[in-house]
């Protein structure tokens, strides 16, 4: 069984930054697909950044040269930097671990507003 657990979420000015973390427990972390999330109420999570466990990534079109994924095999970890952030990147952000199972962590929210 696997846990993930959010963090790093909270109000910013539209153009401020923020890094979530998401932190795995259990073992073999480096094989797992990992992937970030965004919900917002009424509607279905939206994929906004993979990373493959060769450190290959992929990103939405609309957060392409504003969020960087990156991922500490040493540490069980995978971040998000989110820069230039703008009103529509509002919403529960949400990891998620792909490999023999998938699994979820509970969300962190991320509020952009002025």
């Known amino acids: 069984q696997v846990q993930l657990v959010e963090s790093g979420g909270g109000l910013v000015q539209p153009g401020g930054s923020l890094r979530l973390s998401c932190a795995s427990s259990g073992s073999m972390f480096s094989m797992y697909v990992m992937n970030w999330y965004r919900q917002v109420p009424g509607t279905q999570p939206e994929l906004v950044a993979t990373i493959f466990s060769g450190g290959i990534t992929s990103y939405a079109d609309s957060v392409k040269g504003r969020f960087t994924i990156s991922r500490d095999n040493a540490k069980n970890t995978v971040y998000q930097q989110m820069n230039s952030l703008q009103p529509e990147d509002t919403g529960v952000y949400y990891c998620?671990?792909?490999?023999?199972?998938?699994?979820w962590g509970q969300g962190t929210q991320v509020t952009v507003s002025s």
């Open positions: 998620n671990a792909q490999w023999v199972a998938t699994y």
